[in-house]
């Protein structure tokens, strides 16, 4: 019954502010309008216990609606201005007040004032994102908040963050029953920050060698503690680290593999030297990017499922190059492989050149969806970003449907018979000259999927395909032409392999030993992971 | 028998030689050439190709405000397709066979370092617009980007400042070349001299377009719990959309750890979503959103040329730093020659010094009178929601350049230059 009341009441507070400005202690507004940032961050702290009534306050200067005016601190809204101090509309228009510059700093301030202001008012998520910013980000001044909030809270996921919140700033206490209990509770942290609040409580002074200095820490039990906390932090650090870089592997060759599939076919089964494959990429990307602008256009309420509509549009888009490419220059050309090489590379210079002429030499923007920003915590200490965990399921879908097309299908059949032997399958009639058009359309879609999914997460420019060439060429030699499982292994593997490597020796090193490791490994072994058996091998 | 079939042989190259050179000659007489030296292609062709079109812009200005010395300029706009050893057979084939007289060029270090040659040999002028790395100082170039105490250390200085966060620990990131290892030398030890210790800094580089940046993400993440952290990025081209994608993604937000990059402006963000990364930094010379009569007159002559022009996307074009220094740049050169009389290489270098100009950055920008540099003020922005820079820090007034840094050692003799 009362906390419904004291919500009603908030919605009043709320509603009033809305159209008569709530009046503020004169040392905040003064403070807020100051141009010393110190004292400014204060006004803002000091906001956070000032009650509802300040939320439009934080609203208006995380929006830049605030400056000053005449030499005292007003917000903007609607176009009038309003004096922070009397909550009374003045006769000036929004075009002369100055605005006071936001850093970083007092955006730090801002939110941490914000989420102490949800804590206690927000819904469960509004709670659970504060609570997630107070763990990163407090100050001394919410300790009271915090003690009130975590005492109150039902859900446990909120109140185990605020716990870690108000253990932060506990381990400062005078009292080493708090300090030893503050130490206790971070012992439950994934945050490697943690472990630099909580070295300073197990080191020495320095001293004199054979004297040690005295502890920074006074009280035995609460050393302990901390030691055992930084002990249990670190194993949880470190195995979640260790995940974290299989999942940046896996997902960096999900990345090749989309890049290599569509030449896997075209090259690996197909046997053309297409150097043009990464332009087939680029024409993927670009279409999405044209996709992506039409629903802007359109249908911007349905924006966040534009990737989507653009999967289709890739494939097809792109096999119909492939497709013109393969009439009109290729089929001339099989079986000569030099002829074909200069002959695809030309052809690439041309869409490099047209895109650029078309839409420009700059990158292209592409927004990702809703759905594809930002990551989701695992467990706490790892959370993954959605684009690249959407992009691996991509990756193992796209496989699929090529798998399935290649063993389950009339077509597949046909290409696969093609490929072993060609004038056998003219003989029991298969269209061969259709089967090669169709395998290097599809082939060249696959192409176009692998440019949508480049698109989300990497640059969208004329020249993009040039940068995966080279690795789509690697990742196919290595794992054996013809072979759809070869590629799928060698762009694991060298994804895996690589971030491993990354982690150790530094990008540049890493992208060295992958190349020394693939020459090495194709000398010893030519016909790369997976050898094709048995006659038409020998060709 | 043999004397005359020489003679004739020789009148007949003269007269083809007169041939060819009388219109040249003809042409020579009422135009002054001028040469433009960007690529137009291949992955610097991002950049580049925005500065070719306001050095075309500005000669436009200049020729309808009735030229140079009673003549108009001609634009001789070859491509060196991004292709170093490329940059310096088109600048011999602009001085020694186009016979310009000034050429307005280059973006990387790489290209400059690679046309320098050809310059000194032929005592011809090139006016170079980028921030770059320092330790150089040619007769036959005019500097007209910051040099690392106009960018890089007011940039760090502000980083370690209250203001702007009290960053502890330092990321020092980079492609890998010559820009970004001098200018991560210098700053390391600036860092030195203000007591920041080794075990607080990290160096880390990518190769040229790289585009998987998770495990370096991973590890400033790693880095930045040991205490206050900011990144320095001299990343180049390309890999920064990948680099502020992760970033964004990653959750890692410019009130934690912010970035401040040297060579992200306008331009290279037109390829970003830039509401994850509100309140990162860059350092520069000039905004695009910074307010004055100059820039809101350079901005809408811009706009209006890319329109009459068909640039593509003509509607969005924006204006950043290097465009700004190229104005700049032919502005003073047009200065110098009418200070000077002549287009004469000598008498042109002569006159720059002290040369003036009131620049769209809002402050009037003075060349050095010996070390071939202009006074840029140093400002920093902030990343804001439409891809444009806030500005949150700038310099009283413009600073004079320092090319050999007095962080490197060895430099102690060249601080009078």
């Known amino acids: 019954m009362l906390s419904t009341l004291f919500r009603c009441w908030v919605l009043t507070l709320a509603l009033v502010a809305g159209s008569a400005q709530a009046v503020l202690a004169p040392e905040v507004v003064t403070g807020l309008g100051s141009s010393d940032f110190n004292e400014r961050i204060a006004a803002i702290e000091a906001l956070t216990v000032a009650g509802t009534d300040a939320a439009p306050v934080i609203e208006a200067i995380e929006s830049g609606n605030f400056g000053s005016f005449d030499g005292r601190a007003v917000i903007v809204r609607d176009s009038a201005v309003v004096d922070l101090a009397s909550g009374e509309t003045l006769s000036a228009s929004p075009a002369d007040v100055t605005t006071l510059r936001t850093n970083n700093r007092v955006r730090r301030a801002l939110a941490t004032a914000k989420a102490g202001l949800a804590l206690e008012t927000g819904s469960d998520a509004e709670r659970l994102a504060a609570a997630e910013q107070l763990r990163e980000n407090t100050s001394p001044i919410l300790l009271p908040l915090l003690e009130r909030a975590a005492a109150n809270e039902q859900v446990a996921a909120i109140r185990d963050l605020l716990v870690l919140a108000k253990a932060r700033i506990q381990l400062e206490s005078t009292e080493p029953a708090e300090r030893r209990a503050a130490a206790e509770a971070l012992g439950g942290s994934s945050d490697r920050a943690v472990i630099t609040l909580l070295k300073p409580l197990v080191e020495r002074e320095a001293g004199t060698p054979g004297a040690p200095g005295a502890w920074l820490e006074s009280d035995e039990s609460v050393r302990a503690a901390a030691a055992e906390a930084i002990a249990a932090i670190e194993r949880r650090v470190a195995f979640a680290q260790n995940v974290a870089t299989v999942f940046s592997g896996l997902s960096l060759g999900s990345i090749l593999l989309l890049a290599a599939l569509g030449l896997a076919i075209t090259f690996g089964v197909m046997g053309v030297i297409n150097m043009a494959h990464g332009e087939l990429l680029m024409v993927g990307a670009y279409a999405t990017y044209l996709v992506q602008n039409l629903f802007r256009l359109h249908f911007p309420e349905y924006f966040d499922y534009y990737v989507l509509a653009a999967v289709p549009v890739a494939f097809f888009v792109a096999a119909a190059v492939g497709i013109v490419m393969e009439r009109t220059v290729l089929r001339f050309l099989y079986g000569r492989p030099l002829e074909s090489l200069l002959a695809t590379w030309g052809i690439s210079l041309v869409l490099i050149q047209a895109a650029r002429v078309t839409f420009g030499p700059q990158n292209l923007e592409l927004t990702n969806p809703a759905w594809m920003a930002g990551s989701v915590e695992v467990f706490a200490g790892l959370s993954l970003p959605w684009n690249r965990i959407w992009i691996l399921g991509f990756s193992v879908f796209v496989l699929v449907l090529l798998w399935a097309m290649m063993q389950k299908t009339r077509l597949g059949m046909f290409v696969r018979a093609v490929t072993q032997n060609r004038p056998m399958a003219g003989c029991v009639g298969v269209p061969t000259g259709r089967v090669d058009m169709l395998a290097f359309g599809i082939g060249a879609g696959v192409a176009g999927l692998g440019g949508l999914a480049l698109s989300q997460i990497a640059n969208v420019g004329p020249a993009m395909g040039q940068g995966y060439i080279v690795d789509s060429f690697m990742v196919v030699v290595l794992g054996g032409v013809g072979q759809l499982a070869g590629a799928v292994s060698a762009a694991f593997g060298l994804g895996i392999f690589s971030k491993f490597l990354e982690g150790w020796t530094g990008a540049v090193i890493a992208k060295i030993l992958v190349l020394v490791f693939i020459i090495m490994f194709i000398q010893k072994r030519p016909q790369g992971i997976f050898a094709l058996k048995g006659r038409f091998a020998d060709q | ?417």
Not at chain 2, 216 to 236: E, M, P, Q, R, W
Not at chain 2, 388 to 398: A, G, N
């Open chain 2, 1 to 417: 028998m043999q004397t005359r079939r020489t003679f004739i042989k020789s009148l007949v190259l003269s007269a083809s030689i007169a041939a060819i050179g009388m219109p040249m000659a003809a042409s020579a007489a009422d135009t002054i050439k001028v040469g433009v030296l960007h690529s137009l292609s291949g992955t610097m062709a991002i950049s580049e190709t925005a500065l070719k079109n306001v050095a075309l812009m500005t000669i436009e200005e200049i020729n309808a405000a009735g030229g140079v010395l009673g003549k108009k300029l001609e634009p001789v706009v070859v491509d060196p397709a991004s292709n170093w050893p490329l940059f310096a057979e088109r600048a011999r084939q602009l001085i020694s066979q186009d016979k310009v007289s000034v050429v307005f060029g280059c973006w990387t270090s790489v290209s400059r370092k690679s046309v320098l040659p050809v310059f000194k040999e032929l005592n011809s002028l090139l006016f170079y617009p980028v921030q770059y790395e320092g330790e150089e100082l040619e007769k036959n170039v005019f500097y007209t980007g910051a040099a690392p105490n106009q960018q890089a250390i007011p940039a760090t200085e502000y980083l370690m400042s209250p203001e702007g966060g009290g960053a502890k620990r330092f990321v020092l990131l980079g492609t890998d070349y010559v820009y970004p290892r001098t200018t991560n030398k210098i700053l390391r030890a600036f860092l030195h001299s203000k007591g920041v210790k080794d075990s607080d800094i990290m160096e880390e580089y990518t190769p040229f377009g790289h585009s998987d940046y998770q495990t370096i993400i991973a590890n400033i993440k790693k880095f930045s719990a040991g205490g206050k952290t900011a990144v320095i990025s001299t990343i180049n081209g390309d890999s920064n959309v990948p680099f502020y994608r992760e970033l964004g993604n990653a959750g890692l937000k410019a009130t934690d750890v912010p970035v401040v990059a040297f060579s992200v402006g306008e331009e290279e963000l037109r390829g970003v979503d830039t509401k994850p990364l509100l309140g990162h930094l860059a350092a520069w010379n000039y905004f695009m959103s910074v307010e004055n009569p100059e820039n809101k007159a350079f901005i809408a002559k811009y706009k209006a040329w890319a329109k009459a022009n068909n640039v593509p996307n003509a509607d969005t074009v924006v204006t950043n730093d290097p465009m700004e220094a190229t104005y700049v740049g032919i502005h003073m050169w047009k200065q110098a020659v009418e200070k000077a009389g002549t287009t004469d290489t000598d008498k042109v270098i002569a006159a720059m010094g002290g040369q003036t100009f009131k620049a769209p950055s809002g402050y009037t920008l003075t060349m050095d009178k010996t070390n071939h540099h202009l006074h840029k003020p140093v400002l920093i922005g902030e990343v804001t929601a439409d891809g444009q820079f806030d500005v949150v820090w700038e310099t009283k007034e413009p600073i004079r350049a320092q090319p050999w840094s007095p962080f490197i050692k060895g430099n102690e003799s060249k601080q009078g230059l």
